[in-house]
Antibody, heavy 122, light 107 residues
Framework: QVQLVQSGAEVKKPGASVKVSCKAS????????ISWVRQAPGQGLEWMGW????????NYAQKLQGRVTMTTDTSTSTAYMELRSLRSDDTAVYYC???????????????WGQGTLVTVSS | DIQMTQSPSSLSASVGDRVTITCQAS??????LNWYQQKPGKAPKLLIY???NLETGVPSRFSGSGSGTDFTFTISSLQPEDIATYYC?????????FGPGTKVDIK
């Protein structure tokens, strides 16, 4: 069965970086894209960006450009999201999600990781 | 960016009631719209894709309709396990954007 398993919770100071991993299993990793979505406490869902596990192409939300990098390691079927220059308003649960429509689509998120809480606090 | 609005922001209904949530896009998005259910402390779950297609394994009491700018999500007979927040999401333009959510609970 398809599973996305994310790394554990992180506590970071303002200005630091965090790297969250998302290990996929149960499907051919390179046949799908992965999006990252975050959710601040008590708030709604915010799409952060996408990476194709097929060719590594990325697309990032403009508000995060320059601070976020998404990568994949096809040898371990793992996607990564690194966010730099952390601020208090980056405190959120970060989710990875597979795209239903394949490796080049950024459309529909059919399987989700369990979420990783990142807390930014001095 | 395409702005998504949802109404109501919350509702309370009885078991067995028909529940309807609307989602409006700030511009024409054809049928490029999905619906998700999120229970407290859990990841979102895909229910409806392409405005009206039921995801595999999702109960048939859930349905979606609409195109262009106006969309509707319906639970035909509310069950206790449907207590959750429901989000619409557009994929016509980047960045992908979600509605603010509709919280559903039992009266």
């Amino acid at each position: 069965q398809v599973q996305l398993v994310q790394s554990g919770a992180e506590v970071k100071k303002p200005g630091a970086s965090v790297k969250v991993s998302c290990k996929a299993s149960g499907y051919t990793f390179t046949s799908y894209g992965i999006s990252w979505v975050r959710q601040a406490p008590g708030q709604g869902l915010e799409w952060m960006g996408w990476i194709s596990a097929y060719n590594g192409n990325t697309n990032y939300a403009q508000k995060l450009q320059g601070r976020v990098t998404m990568t994949t390691d096809t040898s371990t079927s793992t996607a990564y999201m690194e966010l730099r220059s952390l601020r208090s308003d980056d405190t959120a649960v970060y989710y990875c999600a597979r795209d239903l429509k394949g490796a080049i689509a950024v459309a529909t998120f059919d399987y989700w990781g369990q979420g990783t809480l990142v807390t930014v606090s001095s | 960016d395409i702005q998504m609005t949802q109404s109501p922001s919350s509702l309370s209904a009885s078991v067995g009631d028909r529940v309807t949530i609307t989602c409006q896009a700030s511009q024409d998005i054809s049928n490029y719209l999905n619906w998700y259910q999120q229970k407290p402390g859990k990841a979102p779950k895909l229910l409806i894709y392409d405005a009206s297609n039921l995801e595999t394994g999702v109960p048939s009491r859930f349905s979606g309709s609409g195109s262009g700018t106006d969309f509707t999500f319906t639970i035909s007979s509310l069950q206790p396990e449907d207590i959750a927040t429901y989000y619409c999401q557009q994929y016509d333009n980047l960045p992908r954007t979600f509605g603010p959510g509709t919280k559903v609970d039992i009266k």
